[in-house]
């Protein structure tokens, strides 16, 4: 079994769109783990793209970093839009990269054809119930937001 026929049972759906991203990484000889290659799903809901990939500490990350940039230097949309926009460009990447290093930590363990397989196509492939809670978490917190928004205009 060849490290590209793990890479497509890690990812799952849509693995052609990540092997194009992964032969880019290669084709660059290591130089670099960032290359670009548009999503709009990573752009346009980029957490929830995270989860449905399984990339919970990205997700969390990408997430708390708007947050914590608006509490300490009073930033608000430019982050969040700075954060899709890379994660547009990136996202990709950061996936392909992610992907790559998990499946190398699961063929270091020295484990049976069978195992290694079963436990690539576990760690990878996707959750679709991660998205939909995250996609009502999101709602949640910005409907929390607009309301926190408008009462606070009302009280002015």
Known sequence: MDDSELFSLFV?????????????????????????????????????????????????????LPMLFAYLIGSRGASGLTIAILMGMWGRSLYVTAAEQRIAKIGALGLGAAETRERVRRAGGVSRVAAIIGSIVLALCIAILVLAELQAKHLH
């Not at 793209?49 to 990350?61: F, I, N, P, T, V």
């Open 12 to 64: 799952g759906p849509n693995a052609g769109k990540f092997e194009a991203t992964r032969d880019k990484i290669h084709a660059a000889g290591g130089k670099s783990r960032m290359v670009r290659s548009w999503s709009w799903p990573a752009f346009l809901v980029p957490q929830i793209w995270l989860l449905y990939r399984k990339q919970w500490g990205m997700a969390l990350a990408i997430t708390v």
